[in-house]
């Protein structure tokens, strides 16, 4: 049983950045890939980024591309989203999630609790 545990998330104006941290423990980290949702109210949740358990391949959301960076220390067992340029738009509640498969829906086995992005314009 992996447990995700999140943090990071707070309150930021647009422009600003934030940097999300996922913390696992149980199973073996660098087996699992990892990704980042997010759910805005009254929206489904969607998909943000996802990187592999090595850290060798990353994928990201057009919505995203080229604001966000997710990446892995697989020996502190936690994933990170760096977010920069941030938007009205990407606030939200921030899920990390984890599977042993390499995967951009929200169809992965293990979940946090999720953390709070709200970006103030």
């Known amino acids: 049983q992996v447990q995700l545990v999140e943090s990071g998330g707070g309150l930021v104006q647009a422009g600003g950045s934030l940097r999300l941290s996922c913390a696992a423990s149980?199973?073996?980290?660098?087996?699992?890939?990892m990704g980042w949702f997010r759910q805005a109210p009254g929206r489904e949740r969607e998909f943000v980024a996802a990187?592999?358990?090595?850290?060798?391949?990353?994928y990201y959301a057009d919505s995203v591309k080229g604001r966000f960076t997710i990446s892995r220390d697989n020996a502190k067992n936690t994933v990170y989203l760096q977010m920069h340029s941030l938007k009205s738009e990407d606030t939200a509640v921030y899920y990390c999630?984890?599977?042993?498969?390499?995967?951009?829906?929200?169809?992965?086995?293990?979940w946090g609790q999720g953390t709070q992005v709200t970006v103030s314009s």
């Open positions: 149980g199973g073996t980290f660098s087996s699992n890939s």
């Open positions: 990187i592999t358990g090595s850290g060798g391949s990353t």
């Open positions: 999630a984890a599977d042993d498969l390499f995967i951009v829906s929200v169809e992965y086995d293990y």
